[in-house]
Nanobody
Framework: QLQAFGGGLAQAGGSLRLSCAVSERTFSPNYMAWFRRAPGKEREFVAAIRMNGGHKYYKDSVKGRFTISKDNAASTVSLQMESLEPDDTAIYYC???????????????????WGQGTQVTVSS
């Protein structure tokens, strides 16, 4: 259902871009999001966007550095990551949900479709 692209290796202070496409054209999510799982840690929310209206939500530690954006026509969402830090190293997952409510935007259980994950490694 979801195909993620991008990621890779960057130096601290560098940038990377992730993209995620919804492959099933009959599915119209109301929210799409990015989560990440760092080594030895739980999966955590990074950013989300409402597909109708464009409201954006971010984890505090990425505000001002990461930007989530969408292309409704192409059913894609992207995450532009700037000023990367070693703590941003993780596997990043895109997620989509058709019935996500506002109070659950930052909760992984609210999303029922997930991409395969893409590695982001930031060296110091």
């Amino acid at each position: 259902q979801l195909q993620a692209f991008g990621g890779g290796l960057a130096q601290a202070g560098g940038s990377l871009r992730l993209s995620c496409a919804v492959s099933e054209r009959t599915f119209s999510p109301n929210y799409m999001a990015w989560f990440r799982r760092a080594p030895g840690k739980e999966r955590e929310f990074v950013a989300a966007i409402r597909m109708n209206g464009g409201h954006k939500y971010y984890k505090d530690s990425v505000k001002g550095r990461f930007t989530i954006s969408k292309d409704n026509a192409a059913s894609t969402v992207s995450l532009q990551m700037e000023s990367l830090e070693p703590d941003d190293t993780a596997i990043y997952y895109c997620a989509a949900g058709g019935g996500v409510i506002l109070s659950a935007v930052r909760t992984d259980r609210a999303y029922n479709y997930w991409g395969q994950g893409t590695q982001v490694t930031v060296s110091s």
